[in-house]
């Protein structure tokens, strides 16, 4: 073989490594680039569920404070109410409820102009801790000229709402002393007129910890008017609103992010800052009715910070990007097993809430009727809970010829109110063991759940002892519905004096009161989810309607009348959601035993 032909199959087999080398060249670009894809995008995916759990979390914990403080307010509102019939109670009534929810920093009730005329035109009481959550509780007087709260903002929407609300975040100058967000809800008089405002402050200082400074992302929240409540830079707290923000964006899409977190809207967007870089920003409502909104801001330069760096550097960039599926792999794998265990806890759970259904139901007297040996008596109860486990109760039982009863209903559904049902039960029957005095009785079941009572939970409660040799009723009630006598077609309600629920307050002094039950007479106990059952269209079944279907039945034994009064309550729901427990109970006194 001559040189030259030599030499053309050398130049042949080097053209040809470097058209392999250059299609491997390429393949590997390829593979890179398509990594680099694939890569990018985990990372996007990774990011966006960064932000979700971010908000989540952060949602949930702002959730849980302003949950409490609204459900502690709305328990209290029946007490709110009454303070303000009760003028000299009005302060112990605002220490009570700042003793009780140590999230509250202060609170007031604000009433109408000259409402109490020894107090001038603007009286509004005040009790408040002296050092934001960890003072003493301070009390005065903080309405003024100076301070005229009729003209304020969260006043006046107040007095027109339904029910609570929260108000704007705002510098409180005369009562906290402090930056707060306040919840407020009307006061009513006796006659349902609205006199007045409560409102209960919230520090708003324990936000800046939850929104601190992060790594790689910018998390702000905004109140419903957009200016920030909580964010990094705290020099910007309350000073600058969303809109002025957004002047550091040179993108359109920042006005429609702007306007979707006012509306209480959620979503994500991609938008330029002015340099030219992009953001991405994850945004969403906070739960409740604060009008609150949050965000979590990522820079695309830090979020592909490591990924730029590594690009020029393909066989690194091919391990990070195996590394990246490996490590996207195992945490679909994690997720899929944290799936597989919340799966089975929720079964589990359900289980359990089953069995204590069971046990719950299993505590009530069942057996009907429940004394077939007294020809004087006929009973009959029935307990229907909204949920697995419900807060409803009814007890009785017969000793020294009197009937010993009661029927209550403990605020709040599930399972907390189930425990305080069986605490209640528990302890009527053990402490109507010792007493026949139904005043009596209902004192020290008081006292007892108030020194446990740290949820600010209560109790409805009607007790009766019945004296089945004379028909004397003597009774004492705790807040609940009064009871009906039926006699001849004629439905009575059972004349009440006014007292509190069990569990809020130790040593009330509950009253006694009597009366006399003419043989032939049926004694209608129930809870007030039977007059507030509603319908789809949230209409309630009402006293009304509940007096006419009885005057019909109140012949009938005590086992059809409660028939005939839960057909009536279905028939009028027409299968809507059950709202709250519903529970009756029957009593017919046929004669005496004397007799």
């Not at 967000?181 to 609205?194: A, L, N, Q, R």
């Not at 600058?240 to 920042?254: G, L, S």
């Not at 979020?303 to 590394?323: D, K, N, P, S, W």
């Not at 008596?377 to 419900?390: D, F, H, Q, R, T």
């Amino acid at each position: 073989m001559s040189n030259k032909l030599i030499h053309g199959w050398d130049k042949l087999q080097a053209r040809s490594s470097i058209m392999l080398l250059i299609v491997a060249a390429v393949i590997v670009e390829v593979m890179g680039a398509v990594q680099y894809i694939f890569a990018r995008d985990g990372i996007r995916q990774e990011v966006k569920q960064r932000a979700r759990t971010e908000i989540r979390m952060r949602n949930l914990e702002i959730h849980n404070v302003i949950s409490n403080v609204e459900v502690a307010v709305n328990n209290m509102q029946w007490l709110i109410d009454w303070a303000a019939a009760n003028p000299d109670s009005i302060y112990s009534t605002l220490q009570l409820i700042i003793h009780n929810n140590p999230i509250i920093t202060g609170c007031a009730m604000a009433f109408e102009p000259n409402y109490f005329p020894e107090h001038g035109e603007w009286y509004e009481p005040f009790a408040g801790r002296s050092n934001g959550l960890t003072g003493d509780i301070v009390r005065r007087q903080i309405g003024s000229a100076n301070h005229n709260y009729h003209n304020a903002t969260w006043y006046r929407e107040a007095l027109t709402s339904d029910g609570g609300q929260w108000t704007e975040p705002y510098l409180d100058d005369a009562g906290s002393k402090m930056m707060v967000s306040s919840y407020t809800m009307p006061i009513h008089d006796s006659e349902g007129k609205v006199i007045g405002v409560f409102c209960s402050d919230v520090s708003l200082e324990w936000l800046a910890d939850l929104f601190g400074s992060q790594s790689g992302a910018y998390t702000f929240l905004t109140s419903r008017s957009g200016r920030l409540l909580a964010c990094p830079d705290k020099s910007q707290v309350m000073k600058t609103t969303i809109q002025e923000a957004a002047k550091q964006f040179n993108d359109t899409m920042i006005d429609v992010v702007n306007a979707n977190m006012l509306a209480g809207d959620s979503g994500d967007a991609e938008i330029k800052d002015n340099n030219g870089n992009k953001n991405y920003i994850y945004y969403s409502p906070v739960e409740g009715n604060t009008g609150w909104s949050m965000a979590v801001i990522f820079p695309d330069k830090e979020i592909y910070a490591g990924l730029h760096r590594v690009g020029t550097y393909l066989t690194i960039f091919m391990i990070l990007g195996m590394l990246l599926m490996a490590y996207i792999m195992w945490r679909t794998f994690r997720g899929h097993q944290r799936l597989q265990a919340v799966s089975a806890e929720k079964e589990r759970i359900g289980s359990e809430l089953r069995i204590a259904s069971a046990i719950q139901m299993g505590m009530l007297p069942k057996t009907f009727p429940p004394y077939p040996d007294l020809d004087e008596l006929a009973m009959y109860g029935a307990l229907v809970p909204a949920k697995e486990v419900g807060g409803d109760l009814y007890d009785f039982y017969v000793r020294d010829r009197k009937l010993f009863f009661c029927v209550g209903d403990v605020s709040g559904k599930g399972v907390p109110a189930s425990l305080v049902m069986a605490v209640t039960r528990s302890l009527f029957r053990t402490v109507s063991t010792h007493t026949e005095s139904p005043e009596q009785l209902m004192m020290q079941m008081n006292n007892a759940m108030s020194e446990m009572n740290e949820s600010s939970m209560f109790v409805t409660l009607f007790i009766g002892v019945l004296d089945l040799r004379t028909g004397n009723l003597a009774y004492s009630n705790a807040g609940h519905c009064p009871p009906l006598v039926i006699h001849n077609q004629t439905v009575t309600p059972i004349e009440m004096d006014a007292n509190i629920p069990v569990g809020l307050m130790s040593d009330w002094q509950y009253n006694r009161q009597d009366i006399h039950i003419n043989p032939g007479s049926n004694i209608f106990v129930y809870t007030d989810g039977l007059t507030e059952a509603e319908n789809g269209e949230h209409g309630q079944y009402g006293e009304e309607r509940m007096n006419s279907t009885l005057a019909q039945v109140g012949n009938l034994a005590p086992r059809e009348l409660i028939a005939a009064m839960s057909d009536s309550v279905h028939a009028f729901v027409a299968g809507a959601e059950q709202s709250d427990d519903l529970t009756m109970l029957d009593i017919q006194f046929i004669k005496t035993i004397e007799d």
